[in-house]
């Protein structure tokens, strides 16, 4: 009988050993939810992770048991369970610490190369906005209007110009715009301050349903800071009349549960221009997050941007070689422009009563935007010359919402997020005209007003089998434009509306802790101009990308990781809208393939070392081989560097990135040249005050930013002349800032 009731005693305990559930969140020193914290049981090894709530259900653990969690940027606690922690739940509160890699464990995300990039954002902070898309591995910028244009953006095979195959978001907000005066897709950046940046979320390709339009060759969702641990000043100076300043200042102190900080940032600059860019920019930015009951929170976000420029614009090779002008000097030195941004985001995230999680926003922007630029300089008004200016002036309102609710079926673990959003943009206004001299309209070329509204639901399920993840999803976007010609002799508002629905599907496959293996797929669009789809009745509105990746993410040391992916992207057709002349140029079915590379190495605690490259074939369908070149874009880029952090008082680092020759139009007849440029940058820190210099170019080479495939006609010459136009990189730059936190 003894024996007995000792058995029955025994097979209790362990079934309560192995049956039981511990709950909890996970939050930073902010109270903020933490997500995708590694849990791990290390007395029975079992392990889950924190949900986007900071929330988690470890099974098989009972009291004494000890609890371990891990996220990099934040130090590892171990907690030993407490009988009272299974009733009451478990609360962690985790300490910022240095990013090491070798803490890195590969975890079931679908997406698992952004929280690699979360090292490179820590080790290598943005000092500018110009540089705050160079963290996404692989993607490549240029600036050509004078400082105060969006940057064109090079991903994958495609030249993006300044938006159309790349979604981009800050906190839910958009930040394409859509029908633009310069361009269908038009971001701008600049109105975010890099010292306000939490995270950088991306993806590269059409597989993911909770991006919508413009998401071909990938997106980049920006999150800000919901609150600082210090008030901080910086000011610097450089080369060519080179002045920033910035403050973050905290406007609550010892709240318990509310946050609120304010931001602002003025920059001036000349640029290395005989003609001076006179380049300023202010911006002012604010956020309070308040916790309303339990782990619910709202979130209020204001900022404002405002920014004016003159530019040299692209010059002819030709000018430079025959001496009429140097690599910074201009033909026509009157263009330049002014631009502004308001924004309101409002976010909520509220835990329901089954456990699921509610997310929204809803936002507001009023935009500005006046551009003027000569591309082709007396080509087609040898007296006036062929200066443009594009305007216009737009509201934008919008909301996200999105449900997230985990599921548990027998040893299958399953998420479901559902969302629902509206984006309508009221354009007025939007103008193309030709002028002279920044002072008169000669011709209105278009001018009218545009309304757009795009509505999406999707659906995204995620099952976690054993060691593999099955990722379905589908998404359904509606269109509507509307578009009144101002330039018509009768009153006449176009409309057309269409829909479109993209599935996605996605595998992972973690082999272990340290390798992952990933196969995704997806259908992906982008939008077309509304004056394009109304005034030329284009046949195919929302043209498709069908796209598929397949590669792994592999730790073979614990210092070392490595990424691989071949892919593959068809376009159904792609329509480049050229804003500067108010046209469309339909160019066809299109097909791009590579290879992307990564390595991050962690030679010590203070020493980091990154690289990414890709390679690609990017070309034509519709044109005979030796006509197929897509222009501009880029077969190979390589970019990368070495950092060091906490050598004694000082940090720092240098970065290089390459861009190889590439087509600059179809038959490859003109090229445009590459450029390896390398960036460095040095830090010492003194108590509260940190001293930095930073050169940019720091071997001095001659390169170009940006290149282009022009036609153009100078005032002295008789015929024109296509050829390559650029707009000359910065030489040797150097600043120095001085920084005082307290």
């Not at 240095?98 to 590969?106: G, P």
Request: aromatic share 14%.
């Amino acid at each position: 009988m003894r024996n007995t009731i000792f058995f029955i005693v025994a097979t209790l305990c362990s079934l309560q050993s192995f049956g039981q559930q511990l709950k909890g969140q996970v939050v930073d020193q902010f109270n903020m939810p933490l997500e995708n914290v590694y849990v791990i049981n290390t007395t029975t090894n079992t392990h889950t992770h924190t949900n986007e709530n900071g929330q988690f259900t470890i099974e098989k653990t009972t009291t004494n048991n000890s609890i371990q969690f891990s996220i990099l940027g934040y130090a590892k606690k171990t907690i030993v369970v407490t009988e009272n922690q299974f009733k009451n739940g478990l609360l962690v509160s985790l300490e910022t610490k240095t990013f090491q890699l070798e803490e890195l464990v590969l975890r079931k995300e679908i997406n698992a190369l952004q929280t690699i990039s979360r090292i490179d954002l820590q080790l290598n902070p943005v000092n500018n906005s110009q540089e705050i898309l160079r963290k996404v591995p692989g993607l490549f910028i240029g600036q050509h209007a004078g400082g105060g244009k969006a940057e064109q953006i090079f991903l994958r095979g495609f030249d993006i110009d300044h938006g159309t195959d790349i979604t981009l978001s800050v906190d839910g907000m958009p930040i394409n715009m859509v029908s633009h005066a310069h361009g269908q897709g038009y971001s701008d950046l600049h109105f975010m301050i890099p010292e306000t940046i939490q995270k950088i979320d991306f993806g590269k390709g059409p597989y993911y349903a909770n991006q919508g339009d413009f998401n071909t060759a990938g997106y980049v969702n920006f999150s800000t800071k919901t609150a600082i641990q210090e008030n901080m000043v910086s000011i610097g100076y450089g080369d060519f009349n080179s002045i920033r300043t910035v403050g973050l200042f905290n406007l609550l102190e010892n709240a318990k549960n509310d946050d609120a900080y304010v931001a602002v940032e003025y920059i001036e600059f000349d640029g290395p221009f005989e003609s001076p860019q006179n380049f300023n920019r202010l911006n002012i930015f604010t956020k309070y997050n308040t916790f309303l009951k339990g782990k619910d929170k709202l979130t209020f976000t204001a900022s404002h941007f405002t920014s004016s420029w003159d530019a040299s614009g692209q010059i002819p090779q030709r000018a430079v070689d025959n001496g009429t002008i140097t690599r910074f000097g201009a033909i026509d030195d009157t263009e330049g422009g002014f631009t502004s941004r308001t924004n309101f985001n409002v976010q909520l995230q509220k835990t329901l009563a089954n456990e699921s999680i509610f997310q929204a926003n809803a936002f507001y922007s009023n935009y500005n935007f006046e551009l003027y630029s000569n591309f082709t300089f007396f080509l087609d008004n040898p007296v006036d010359g062929d200066q443009i200016r594009q305007f216009e002036n737009r509201n934008i309102y919008g909301f996200n919402a999105k449900i997230i609710k985990e599921k548990k079926y027998g040893d299958v673990d399953a998420k479901f997020t559902k969302g629902i959003g509206l984006r309508f943009d009221l354009v007025n206004d939007n103008e193309l005209s030709k002028t002279k001299n920044r002072r008169e309209t000669l011709t209105n070329v278009q001018l009218g007003d545009v309304q757009q509204t795009n509505m999406y639901a999707f659906f995204n399920s995620e099952f976690e089998i054993g060691k593999f993840k099955i990722a379905p999803a589908i998404r359904l976007d509606y269109f509507k434009y509307l578009y009144t010609d101002a330039l018509s002799t009768t009153y006449q508002k176009l409309s057309k509306t269409r829909a479109i629905v993209n599935p996605k599907l996605n595998f992972l496959y973690t082999q272990n802790n340290n390798l992952q293996w990933f196969l995704k797929s997806g259908i992906g669009f982008h939008s077309n101009d509304a004056r394009v789809v109304l005034q030329q009745n284009a046949d195919k509105i929302l043209p498709r990308a069908y796209g598929v990746d397949f590669g792994i993410i592999w730790k073979p040391t614990k210092n070392i990781v490595i990424n691989t992916a071949a892919w593959y992207l068809f376009s159904e057709e792609e329509f480049v809208y050229v804003g500067d002349a108010g046209i469309v140029e339909p160019s066809g079915k299109s097909e791009r393939f590579g290879l992307d590379l990564g390595l991050r190495y962690q030679l010590s605690d203070k020493i980091y070392f990154d690289t990414d490259a890709t390679i690609t074939r990017a070309r034509s369908l519709e044109e005979v081989s030796v006509q197929d070149y897509i222009p501009l874009a880029p077969n190979f880029t390589m970019s990368g560097g070495l950092s060091f952090n906490n050598l004694g008082k000082f940090s720092g680092g240098i970065r290089y990135r390459y861009l190889a020759d590439r087509a600059a139009n179809e038959d490859n007849s003109i090229v445009a040249e590459g450029y390896f440029v390398s960036d460095f940058n040095i830090n010492y820190n003194l108590k509260d005050i940190t001293f930095g210099i930073a050169v940019e170019n720091l071997f001095d080479v001659d390169w170009n930013e940006t290149q282009f495939a022009t036609e153009s006609r100078l005032r002295n010459e008789a015929n024109s002349v296509e050829e390559i136009h650029f707009t000359p990189g910065t030489p040797f730059f150097a600043k120095a800032t001085i920084t005082y936190k307290f």
